[in-house]
């Protein structure tokens, strides 16, 4: 048996590590270089640059021909860190600000455990992915050909939760995580002196209008069953003081929990966009993208996580997300192909909010997220006798 306590100190010092190196997007080599030596310490099968700088371990113990996945993401933000911890990035304005340091440590700590202890038979892959933050990473990783190179039936994924005490375990059947879509509307008129609006097409008053027209989007055109939000985040022109602006660009983002509402929200925006320039006698043009896609829990799947979890945390710090999270995740890629459950783990109740400059990912929860790791393995690939 592994001596848990020995283990906690160890990955404290993986993820302190990690923190103190913070790399983005796409430009993880020397974690993934750490990822990648430490699995084959563990006498794991190693492949690497898997999507870009993606990782992926492969431990079989016995002779079941079924497999799960278990992933963790690696990348930082570009975020000055404000935190003052003795381990604190030292590359100016980039952070481990969602504790992917955490995340990465803890299924580290998950592949020594099971490499061995074993407990469970059949192939656990242990993925580690790049680029989570922009939603890109998990797509590269399946388009480099993932599922048919390392094939598993399930896949499993924690993330830290702020708010929440450390040893809380949350989750739910079903959507948990919000799609995410981007949009630009781009006003186009003729700008002018200021002293004459009447002589110009102006685009100001007209993209004030739309930025209220757009809030009527979520609260007069969605089922009121269904849940959306539509944020106008920036306005930008090339007005001046003292002239009014001919091209206005209205920048923002949106939330859904289905490909449904998703589109409802596309077509009621383009149709408000065009009525609301036309009352204005100015055009307008919108591009509308989707960067992330709903995540979407498989119910049975989270029921034997939970059950799993519930054995490590009990029963009282086990609960049902009573609502989806309105934020977004890139493992709605992995989950789009095969069944699985995305989880969180508490934080602690003090913590600074993800992508806050002062958040840090507490280490108190690593042994919990490699015992819950460890759980899923053994509940999911069980021994028969
Ligand atoms: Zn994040
Ligand atoms: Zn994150």
New binding site residues.
């Given amino acids: 048996m592994t001596d848990l306590t020995h283990l906690q100190a160890e990955m404290t010092e993986w993820r302190r590590d990690f923190h103190r190196h913070p790399e983005f997007g796409f430009e993880e080599h020397r974690t993934a270089g750490l990822v990648a030596d430490r699995l084959r310490a563990f006498g794991l099968e190693v492949e690497t640059g898997v999507g870009g700088t993606g990782v992926v371990g492969t431990l079989t113990r016995g002779t079941s021909n079924r497999s799960i996945a278990l992933r963790a993401d690696m990348d930082a933000?570009r975020i000055q860190e404000a935190t003052n911890a003795p381990y604190a990035s030292s590359h100016d304005g980039t952070m481990h600000a969602?504790g992917h340091d955490g995340h990465t440590a803890m299924l580290l700590g998950a592949a020594k455990l099971l490499s061995e202890e074993g407990g469970f038979d059949g192939t656990v892959r242990f993925i580690f992915q790049p680029a989570e933050?922009w939603g890109q990473g998990a797509l590269a990783m399946l388009e480099d050909g993932l599922l048919q190179r390392f094939p598993f039936d399930e896949i499993y994924g924690i993330h830290n939760m702020p708010g929440y005490d450390v040893g809380q375990f949350r989750t739910r059947p079903g959507p948990v995580m919000s799609a995410e879509d981007t949009f630009e509307i781009t006003l186009t008129g003729s700008g002018g002196h200021a002293s004459r609006p009447d002589k110009t097409q102006e685009v100001m008053v007209a993209a004030c209008a739309l930025v209220l027209n757009l809030q009527t989007i979520v609260s007069r055109r969605l089922s009121p069953t269904d849940i959306g939000v539509v944020s106008v985040t920036e306005i930008l022109s090339d007005g001046v003081r003292n002239a009014l602006p001919g091209t206005a660009r209205i920048l923002g983002d949106t939330r859904s929990f289905t490909p449904e509402v998703s589109a409802e929200i596309e077509t009621n925006m383009a149709k408000i966009a065009a009525g609301t320039a036309s009352a204005y006698g100015v055009l307008a043009a919108i591009e509308y993208r989707r960067e992330f896609i709903p995540t979407v829990n498989d119910p049975n799947l989270t029921k034997a996580v939970m059950k799993a979890a519930a054995t490590i945390f009990g029963q009282n710090n086990t609960a049902e997300l009573r609502e989806p999270i309105s934020a977004s995740e890139d493992f709605a890629q992995f989950l789009a192909h095969v069944p699985g459950c995305f989880m969180f783990l508490g934080n602690g109740k003090d913590s600074k909010a993800?992508?806050h400059p002062e958040y840090d990912f507490n280490d108190r929860g690593l042994i919990h997220g490699t015992k819950l790791h460890r759980a899923i393995a053994r509940e999911r690939l069980p021994i028969i006798t």
């Fill in positions: 933000l969602c933050e993800l992508h």
